[in-house]
């Protein structure tokens, strides 16, 4: 294992000035489950490591009509919080799913969004409950909508000295729901295609919709025009399959060691359909 | 039926408390003082010539105190061909070929090392498919044979080809006929506990090696084969083994990285280790052989098997190992699973650049049993007769014969009926394709009563008996989590007159165990057992021997000394004089008692203190005895290719309810029933977890486990991308019968049962999702990828 | 670098200096020279590394060992009682056959041990949960699950004091 220094910051300030002291050789760390694997593969090189787990602020949950994660929030505690599960549904489906219990007992739901894999379970939900990042740094701070933060795969908008501070969530809005669907190898499994759906209803009529579907493309993708087409109809088979057709057509997936394109490809397609018909059975 | 104390009871394994507390030591837990550590450069080409290795900067590191390659190494051949080398000079064939390794002061440092050795090479072109590598004018892996004579080709000369009776003649009186292509694909054994050793040398130059083995005394004769390799003729090894943390074949032949490790050892003088990494357990161990199978069957009007025809084509991979003579061990289902009367078989080994494989449990045996049981389901639909009635009437039955294999006990028709009944086979076959669901099942034949494929079958047992009624057993059977230690615990237990608790089994010494061949081919409890039953039976006479001599006199001055603190105590009035003979005595629960006054409490002295008296006097004695335990069974005759490889053979079916989502092509298992002849239960609770482990070990291989290669190198070295099922993917019941036939061979009634439980997995399954939706997959894994492609070719979509 | 770092190990006060690119897994069996806690894939997906601290399970061989300071660290050996007494979850395993080759062992424990502390009425879908990040390759699970519900009606069945 390559040797690497270890800080333990207790403020951002704290953590941007070791990170100007390390310049070019330190990388910021959250939970470590990602990042350790890949130092030691050697993927990643880095002669320090700046935690960010004694940065208290970071790591809580807050309920101010909409939700406020600390960029630095556990994973466990986000699936236990029970009104996260009433109000944010498909936030809590993929993070209860993601990795395994061991995991989610370190891991942050900021590493896995800095962490920039396109497969990351957090991001589904968080892009179609359309958060709000908040990135800070030692230029100051700054909000970036979850759909402009991926930049390629592995990559984001910000830049070394920068640090995931805050992921905001809108209020919850009456007569809406929100799902997220994932396939894997087998239960215990990274995303080979994952997706969530967001809708809110008007009796039959679909007033609102996000889709996002991840692994499928060099970053998680927004749906844009497949929502514009869903938005004023009835959720029916027909629009169903219309949507299945259509992400088929808008996702560029790989085929790698996990999956095939082609089964991805028609898994995208499924999945957004299944999410879409989930979310509707939990419209309140 | 007998009434036993202990067998076939539920009994917890005397090694599971100290694994339970994590005091048991495996090899990763072992350390010497003054140890050194040890790493191994790989090959970084599937097929180059090595045109120079410079160490220099690896032998200056600090910490580093020694650098080995072929070069500066005697040359030591492996392989039960000798075509493999412990380190490879002139060329590599492999992406796993072991060129030079390190050993330094830890481990960190050993690798750093490895990293700055510098090797250039002139790439070679490769052959990675067994086709390619039988093409005219195709690169050759070997230019000359391990007896340096020029090869002309990449086919490896072993005489895999059988047949009996006449398949053209049954071709063209068959009624019904069905000819296809079937595959499997290389799995890892993922043993939780990666591999490892440790080597030192003495102050004599023997050689003690803690080793990661399933076969102490065969790897002790490799190991002495590189000694005189190494100019050390007349040298000795130890070969010492710690618990295992799961072997399932990978310790069935001895490796590079052992004879590195003792190359390391010999030059540095310091005891070296060698420790897998999870990558290097998956790319540069032994998978399990892939195969290529060509099989025609046919049929009467009756549905009767009137022949099967079996074509292989096998990757070996770049060196010579247990891959290669898997076809032994397939030659027994493919001649024997149901009843037919003409077969012929034969398999062809190809050396390409890939990674050359090993054992791997079940030995063959899933790779033929996936062809042959899909294509039974396949030639039953042809003839219209139901797949569960096809089986039974091709069914095996017990004493008859085929093929030289001599089938004594043969509960294989309870098996498929028992498998019928628990998926509930006549309501649901054929009936729920609506849901797209189906049922399916296959059978499986295994060797069950040892298996003779070396020379010798034989398991010597020691028996010790110690002043306190304590029974030392040693055996030269290794457990690996199988449960060998407690079924030999409880097969003394019975056999002797003991309980469990008393009985210690001492395994994995070479020094002080005795010879056993190997574990392998599920025989390590029906061997060991039936030498430790042999060893008791000398046990017991010895103790009864004694007892006719000296348990009265032992009784009497007991009540002597008790009347003596109590007065008023009556002396009986026992018969003190007359010598007794032997069989007046028995041996039961640790107590020596008169059989005609089994439950009179003066008449009964515990064995420790017995066995005390024993000692403490002239002309004492000890009571320890041996026994080898060598089945009646037999090598198959290089002439006629028949032996009877087995003292009895294990059968077994097994079922899956399946349900499939058309439009993903998942396929989810609903019920699964795996029902197995076993002889005769020797520990219920170990017995079940063997047929439990191996379901879920088939779950992957027919469903999600695949070593990847491209280009011969292996793309998924790691649990994230080579999937093994987790406790999250058993969301279905679960089903295990045992059914016992009490076999008079078996200790007990007993047959081996290790490998069996993963044999026909695939098949039922694969059975199953055609029962569902009319789509055969003829490739393992079945993934849904597959099934949707196959889906969309039937039109169903 | 290096540093002294505090922590609780199974009840105990410990310090030890340990250089920051160290992960806990490898510290607990060479420093501490506590070697129930496996190393099975380095990698966090096996689960054979799992052990306790503060009260929930992790994988130690990708926890950075400077982050263990000021908590509770538990591996297998802590559950060992006084005179080799068995924690009621480690007899469960032992009497209802969920170990075989042992090496998964120590880590399932845990896990489970992570789960019964928080119930001791789980449901078999919340124990399969609780034990998804723990491979096995010798038992197929069915025996584990068994174990882990024997135990949690051992600890239900436990004198309160």
């Known amino acids: 294992m390559k040797k690497f220094d270890y800080y333990q910051p207790e403020s951002l300030n704290e953590a941007y000035r070791l990170m100007e002291e390390n310049e070019g050789r330190a990388r910021y760390i959250a939970g470590g489950t990602d990042i350790i694997w890949r130092i030691k593969q050697g993927v990643i090189k880095a002669d320090a490591l700046i935690s960010l787990r004694r940065i208290r602020p970071l790591e809580g949950i807050t309920r101010n009509g909409g939700l406020t994660l600390g960029s630095m929030a556990l994973f466990r505690n986000i699936e236990k919080d029970s009104s996260i599960a009433r109000d944010y549904p498909s936030l809590t489906q993929a993070v209860s799913i993601l990795a395994n219990p061991q995991v989610r007992n370190v891991a942050t739901v900021g590493g896995n969004l800095c962490n920039g894999a396109p497969s990351a379970d957090s991001v589904p939900p968080l892009m179609v409950l359309e958060a709000v990042l908040t990135i800070e740094g030692p230029g100051g701070r700054r909000e970036v909508p979850i759909g402009n933060f991926f930049t390629g795969p592995g990559q984001s908008c910000m830049d070394r000295t920068e640090i995931l501070t805050q992921i905001k969530i809108p209020k919850k809005v009456f007569n809406s729901g929100s799902a997220f669907l994932k396939k894997g190898r087998v239960s215990q499994d990274i995303a080979v295609v994952n997706a969530a759906a967001f809708l809110v209803m008007e009796g039959k009529i679909c007033r609102k919709c996000r889709l996002a579907v991840g692994a499928v493309a060099p970053v998680p993708l927004r749906l844009t025009n497949i929502e514009e087409m869903v938005e004023g109809r009835e959720i029916d088979p027909e629009l169903l399959d219309r949507v299945g057709e259509m992400v088929e057509r808008a996702v560029s997936p790989i085929t790698d060691v996990r999956s095939t394109e082609n089964w991805r490809r028609v898994m995208s397609g499924v999945l957004v359909k299944r999410a879409i018909q989930k979310a509707h059975k939990m419209v309140d | ?797 | 670098m290096k540093k002294v770092i505090q922590f609780t190990l199974n009840g105990n006060e410990v310090s030890a200096e340990l250089e920051s690119h160290k992960m806990l897994l490898e510290v607990l069996r060479d420093t501490f020279e506590m070697t129930g806690t496996k190393e099975g894939c380095g990698q966090g997906e096996c689960g054979t590394c799992t052990v306790i601290i503060d009260g929930v399970s992790i994988k130690s061989c990708l926890y950075p060992v400077f982050e263990v300071e000021g908590k509770s660290v538990t591996t297998i050996e802590g559950l060992v009682g006084e005179g080799g007494k068995l924690h009621p979850i480690q007899e469960a395993f032992v009497e209802k056959g969920g170990i075989q080759c042992g090496f998964c062992s120590p880590g399932m424990i845990l896990s489970a041990k992570a789960l019964l502390d928080e119930t001791w009425t789980p449901s078999d879908n919340e124990i399969k949960r609780a034990i998804s990040g723990n491979l096995c390759r010798c038992t197929g699970y069915v025996q584990i699950i068994d174990s882990i519900r024997d135990a949690a009606t051992r600890l239900s069945n436990q004198d309160p004091k």
């Open chain 2, 1 to 797: 039926m007998t009434d036993y104390s202990f067998i076939g009871k539920e009994i917890p394994r005397p090694d599971a408390p100290d694994k339970a507390a994590g005091k048991a030591l495996y090899i990763s837990d072992l350390v010497k003082p003054g140890m050194l550590y040890g790493k191994i450069k790989y090959s970084e080409h599937a097929h180059a010539k090595i045109k120079h290795i410079d160490t220099s900067k690896a032998e200056k590191l600090p910490g580093v105190r020694a650098v080995i390659t072929g070069y500066n190494t005697p040359e030591i051949r492996i392989g039960f061909m000798k075509d493999n080398f412990a380190l490879k000079k002139d060329k590599v064939r492999q992406f796993r070929d072991e060129v030079a390794a390190v050993a330094a002061t830890d481990p960190e440092i050993a690798q750093e090392a490895v990293d700055l050795i510098k090797i250039e090479y002139e790439e070679l072109p490769g052959v990675f498919t067994p086709e390619d590598a039988l093409k005219e004018g195709a690169p050759l892996v070997h230019e000359v044979d391990p007896g340096g004579r020029p090869r002309k080709d990449n086919l490896i000369q072993l005489p895999w080809k059988w047949t009996e009776g006449d398949v053209e003649g049954a071709k063209q009186e068959s009624a019904f006929i069905v000819e296809d292509h079937y595959q499997t694909q290389r799995v890892q054994q993922t043993c939780m506990g990666t591999a490892g050793c440790i080597a030192e040398f003495d102050l004599q130059s023997n050689l003690i090696i803690y080793s990661k083995t399933q076969i102490p005394y065969l790897a002790q004769n490799d190991f002495n084969q590189a000694l005189v390799a190494m100019g050390l003729k007349g040298k000795s090894t130890r070969v010492i083994v710690p618990y295992l943390g799961g072997s399932f074949g990978t310790g069935l032949d001895t490796h590079g990285y052992e004879y590195i490790t003792i190359l390391l050892a010999y030059r540095t003088g310091r005891p070296v280790k060698i420790l897998l990494s999870r990558a290097e357990e998956f790319s540069n161990l032994s998978p399990r052989q892939p195969s290529k199978t060509h099989i025609i069957q046919g049929c009467d009007k009756e549905g009767r098997l009137t022949f099967r025809e079996v074509n292989m084509l096998l990757d070996n991979g770049a060196y010579t190992s247990w891959g290669a003579t898997t076809p032994t061990v397939m030659l027994m289902p493919i001649s024997t699973l149901y009843q037919v009367p003409n077969f012929f078989y034969n398999a062809k080994i190809v050396y390409t650049n890939n990674t050359y494989c090993q054992a791997m449990r079940g030995y063959g045996n899933p790779q033929a049993t996936w062809a042959i049981e899909s294509n039974m389901d396949q030639l039953a639909e042809k003839a219209g007769i139901d797949a569960l009635d096809f089986r039974m009437i091709n069914r095996n039955l017990p004493n008859t014969e085929s093929f030289g294999f001599k089938i004594t006990t043969c509960g294989l028709e309870d098996c498929i009926q028992s498998v019928g009944e628990k998926l509930k086979w006549r309501e649901k076959r054929g009936k729920q394709k609506n849901k797209a669901r189906g049922v399916g099942m296959a059978s499986l034949f295994h060797t069950g009563g040892g298996c003779r494929i070396y020379r010798s079958d034989g398991t010597g047992i020691i028996m010790k008996l110690d002043d306190f009624g304590n029974v030392s057993v040693a055996t030269g059977g290794i457990e690996m989590g199988q449960g060998f230690n407690s079924a030999l615990a409880i097969a003394t237990a019975e056999s002797l007159g003991v309980t469990p608790d008393k009985v210690s089994v001492v395994f994995g010494d070479t020094a002080t165990c005795p010879w056993d061949v190997g574990t392998h081919a599920s025989r390590g409890a029906y061997t060991s057992c039936n030498a430790a039953i042999m060893a008791a039976e000398k046990a017991r006479e010895k103790i009864f021997n004694l007892a006719s001599e000296h348990f009265m006199s032992r009784v009497k001055s007991v009540l002597v000394k008790k009347k003596k603190k109590d007065p008023d105590f009556q002396m009986p009035d026992f018969d003190f004089e007359s010598p007794r003979d032997p069989s007046e005595f028995e041996l039961k629960e640790n107590t020596v008692f008169l059989r005609e006054e089994p439950d009179n409490p003066l008449l009964r002295i515990s064995l420790g203190e017995f066995l005390r008296t024993a000692h403490f006097r002239n002309q004492g004695t000890m009571i320890v005895t041996e026994a080898f335990y060598d089945p009646n069974n037999g090598m198959l005759d290089p002439k006629t290719g028949k032996g009877n490889l087995s003292a009895t053979y294990t059968w077994g079916a097994q079922g899956a309810e399946v349900e499939v989502d058309l439009e993903t092509g998942e396929i989810k298992i609903l019920n699964f029933v795996s029902a197995n002849d076993v002889g005769k239960v020797i520990n219920k609770q170990t017995l079940m977890g063997q047929f439990y482990g191996a379901a879920v070990m088939g779950f992957g291989y027919a469903l999600s486990e695949e070593y990847k290669t491209d280009k011969g190198r292996n793309m998924n070295p790691n649990f994230l991308d080579y999937k093994i099922f987790s406790a999250s993917d058993l969301d279905f019941p679960l089903h295990v019968e045992l059914i016992e036939t009490n076999d008079k061979e078996g200790p007990f009634g007993a047959k081996g049962v290790g490998e069996p439980g993963l044999v026909p997995t695939a098949p039922a399954i694969g059975n199953a999702i055609y029962d569902a939706i009319g789509v055969r997959i003829k490739s393992l894994p079945i993934t849904p990828e597959k099934i949707l492609a196959a889906l969309k070719e039937k039109g169903k979509r």
